[in-house]
């Protein structure tokens, strides 16, 4: 019998699974929420797909019927026979029982033929920050990520300019990406039911102002942000600081400026010109 959702439940009790909290396990029950997030995904017969944490499978069923190949990780090893017993039917889905943050990832992405490469997850929420960075540091070239993360968190990535919210990621994400809300995600379609909602956040990629140096650019933005509450003569020292003046200048900035006022534009001006 196909393998659904609602079932989860029962299968963890019939093989004496226990969720582990400290995984972040919080498995989808609702078959709707899945099959919202498969048809915004669009995803095709060309198409590898990257899920992090596929818990049970609930959401790797869908990706395996639609996708041309789907790579997942899996830190939880008790999973194991669950997950495959209940994707038996599909030869176009490898599972590394591992954690992604300590695999290499690109080394086996680039085993594949794709035409488009999406990351489709409900994420582990205490690491939804490390896996992004994860993500974008890898530079892999990404068409779409679509995630499904805590409300309050989600909302942070579309952070602007002197809000509260705004930090390295938040460049990061909005340098490479469009990001927007696709759905929201109430507390009880998971087992165990979580503290907190969730949100479905879409990243498309997008064109992006030309930069002479990622690395730079990369280095210089999380420099920035290393002490929020630090000005930028604080945070940057070792920069040459006379020319970065002279750019903030333009912006009607000066070196006592914090991080957290300066929009992408100031970053890619400062690091294309360092
Ligand atoms: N995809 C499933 C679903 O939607 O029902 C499960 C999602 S659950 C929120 C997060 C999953 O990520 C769990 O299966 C957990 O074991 C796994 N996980 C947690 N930390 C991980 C890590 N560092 N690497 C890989 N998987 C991880």
Known sequence: MQYSPKKTKEILENQNIVLKKNFGQNFIIDENIIDMII???NID??????EIGPGVGALTYKLAQEAQNVLCYEID??????????????SNVKIIYNDFLSENVPLEIWKYKFKKLYVVANLPY??????????????L???????????????????????????????????YFEIKKILDVSRNVFIPKPNVDSIVVEFAKKDHSYLKNEQI?????????????????????????????EILRKYNLDLTARAEQLDIDIFIDIANNI
């Open 45 to 50: 017969k060309d198409t590898l797909v990257l």
């Open 217 to 245: 650019f990369f280095k210089l933005v999380k420099d920035s942000f290393k002490q929020k509450r630090k000005n930028l003569r604080n945070n940057l020292k070792g920069y040459d600081l006379n020319k970065i003046e």
């Open 126 to 139: 205490y690491i939804t920050t490390p896996i992004l960075v994860k993500i974008i540091e890898y530079k």
């Open 77 to 90: 090893t008790t999973l194991k026979p669950v997950l495959e017993s209940n994707l038996k039917e599909f």
């Open 141 to 175: 070239p990404l068409d779409k990520i679509i995630v499904m993360v805590q409300k309050e968190v989600g909302n942070r990535f579309k952070a602007k300019p002197n809000s509260k919210d705004y930090s390295s990621l938040s460049v990061y994400l909005n340098y």
């Open 39 to 41: 048809k915004k995904a």
